[in-house]
């Protein structure tokens, strides 16, 4: 059976801060307006980096703009990895009715 390796955090404050948006952009009562929010913009679910230059986890999150972004590029490379696991499973773990609803940005093509 595959176990993940455990990967140190090296800057817990921001690696929290920004998990913690990405959890309240995807909380039952925020998911919706997230994805119609990637989805006016036409990105992909998948695209962290789009998401982030959208500004769209601090819309969903209730955060000030640009700071999602920042806290990823303050990360190193390693945290920023992290970050980005963690995001996709966030993904993932959205209602499947709601993914069928904005099954657009849940495509790859």
Do not use: C
């Not at 998990?19 to 039952?28: H, P, R, Y």
């Amino acid at each position: 059976m595959f176990e993940q390796g455990v990967i140190k955090v090296e800057k817990e404050r921001e690696f929290g801060d920004l998990k913690s948006a990405i959890e309240k952009a995807f909380a039952a009562d925020r998911v919706t307006k997230y994805l119609k929010e990637l989805g006016s913009r036409n990105l992909r679910v998948r695209d962290l980096d789009a998401a982030f230059a959208a500004n769209a986890i601090e819309r969903a999150a209730g955060g000030k703009a640009g700071t999602a972004r920042s806290l990823y590029e303050s990360l190193p490379v390693s945290d920023q990895a992290q970050v980005r696991e963690f995001y996709l499973s966030k993904v993932e773990e959205v209602d499947p009715a709601l993914r069928a609803k904005f099954h657009k940005l849940y495509q790859y093509y």
